[in-house]
């Protein structure tokens, strides 16, 4: 499966932007949806994830009162709504599939897309 991601972009301190990841077919095998972000010379950071199933979200902590992640399983698409962004979220967004609920390690999500610029001004 091919994931998509599109909605990067520059905004300044405390503004929003809406990411969006539509996958290329029907995904039976992977059940977790979710975003990852990447700074260069750091590892990849978990972002916030869902149930492709239930619906049910977790969060880093680092974002959990500031961003958002919902589904459209009509569109298979998924999206993160980040609000209140701030400069230190200024990395390359990638969303992912995954088959465990709750994981935040990049060894759990078995599909990448190819990312997003998210720039965050202060």
């Known amino acids: 499966v091919q994931l998509q991601a599109s909605g990067g972009g520059k905004v300044q301190a405390g503004g929003s932007l809406k990411l969006s990841c539509a996958a290329s077919k029907v995904i039976t095998n992977n059940f977790v949806r979710g975003w990852f972000r990447q700074v260069p010379g750091k590892e990849r950071e978990f972002v916030a994830g869902l149930s492709w199933w239930s619906g049910a979200a977790y969060l880093a902590d680092s974002v959990k009162d500031r961003f958002s992640i919902s589904r459209d399983n009509a569109k298979n698409t998924w999206t993160l709504q980040m609000n209140s962004l701030k400069p230190e979220d200024t990395a390359v967004y990638y969303c992912?599939?995954?088959?465990?609920?709750?994981?935040?390690?990049?060894?759990?999500?078995?599909?990448w897309g190819q990312g997003t610029q998210v720039t965050v001004s202060s």
């Open positions: 992912v599939t995954g088959f465990r609920w709750g994981s935040h390690r990049t060894a759990d999500f078995s599909s």
